[in-house]
């Protein structure tokens, strides 16, 4: 892959590095979050959250997502071995640390000043790792690695809920059930 590193990836505007430094960065998101004290305010849930992000539904060239571009191309700039290893200590860190959490912690997602349960959190990270390391693994010709249901399954559950209050449950239900119902899609995102 490092061979392909500045190369263009599937994501317009981003290269194979700014992908892989942007699905890295969503690792490194959670010891950042857990280093900053619990935000004021209750907690919005997943869907409140989904709700106020800038990203989502907007122009590929909105300043958010222009922003979320330029900061994974910054953090390529690195390469491949920094990266990894970033990521692999954020991990090792992480195992011991989300163990002593106290139940109902919470904490400021990267996307705004608003609250979220850290359970919340690690979801909105889990699918943002499932979706981008098939956009890195699509970006340099390999399949997508096999995630666990443990990471799946919640992924699954918000992804499906996003796109039912996109498109309605009749449209996801036909997508699921009917192709020769279905609309042309159903993404969540």
Same mark, same amino acid.
Request: charged share 20%.
């Given at each position: 892959?490092?061979?392909?590193?500045?190369?263009? *990836?599937?994501? %317009?505007?981003?290269? =194979?590095?700014?992908?892989?430094?942007?699905?890295?960065?969503?690792?490194?998101?959670?010891?950042?979050?857990?280093?900053?004290?619990?935000?004021?305010?209750?907690?919005?849930?997943?869907?409140?959250?989904?709700?106020?992000?800038?990203?989502? $539904?907007?122009?590929?060239? $909105?300043?958010? $997502?222009?922003?979320?571009?330029?900061?994974?191309?910054?953090?390529?700039?690195?390469?491949?071995?920094?990266?990894?290893?970033?990521?692999?200590?954020?991990?090792?860190?992480?195992?011991?640390?989300?163990?002593?959490?106290?139940?109902?912690? %919470? =904490?400021?997602?990267?996307?705004?000043?608003?609250?979220?349960?850290?359970?919340?959190?690690?979801?909105?990270?889990?699918?943002?790792?499932?979706?981008?390391?098939?956009?890195?693994?699509?970006?340099?010709?390999?399949?997508?690695?096999?995630?666990? *249901?443990?990471?799946?399954?919640?992924?699954?559950?918000?992804?499906?809920?996003?796109?039912?209050?996109?498109?309605?449950? %009749?449209? =996801?239900?036909?997508?699921?059930?009917?192709?020769?119902?279905?609309?042309?899609?159903?993404?969540?995102?």
């Amino acid at each position: 892959m490092s061979s392909a590193w500045a190369a263009p *990836s599937a994501l %317009t505007g981003f290269s =194979v590095g700014g992908v892989a430094a942007h699905l890295a960065a969503q690792v490194l998101f959670v010891p950042r979050a857990l280093d900053q004290p619990a935000p004021e305010g209750e907690a919005v849930g997943l869907y409140g959250h989904y709700g106020r992000v800038g990203w989502l $539904n907007a122009d590929i060239d $909105n300043d958010v $997502n222009t922003s979320i571009r330029a900061s994974g191309e910054t953090s390529a700039v690195a390469g491949a071995d920094q990266l990894r290893d970033q990521v692999v200590a954020a991990a090792s860190a992480l195992e011991q640390r989300l163990e002593v959490e106290p139940p109902g912690r %919470t =904490v400021s997602p990267p996307a705004g000043p608003w609250a979220l349960t850290l359970d919340d959190f690690l979801i909105t990270r889990m699918m943002e790792i499932a979706v981008h390391s098939d956009d890195l693994a699509y970006s340099v010709g390999r399949p997508a690695p096999p995630l666990p *249901s443990e990471v799946m399954d919640p992924v699954f559950e918000l992804l499906t809920g996003l796109a039912v209050r996109r498109h309605g449950a %009749t449209a =996801v239900l036909r997508a699921l059930s009917r192709a020769e119902r279905a609309p042309a899609s159903v993404s969540a995102l």
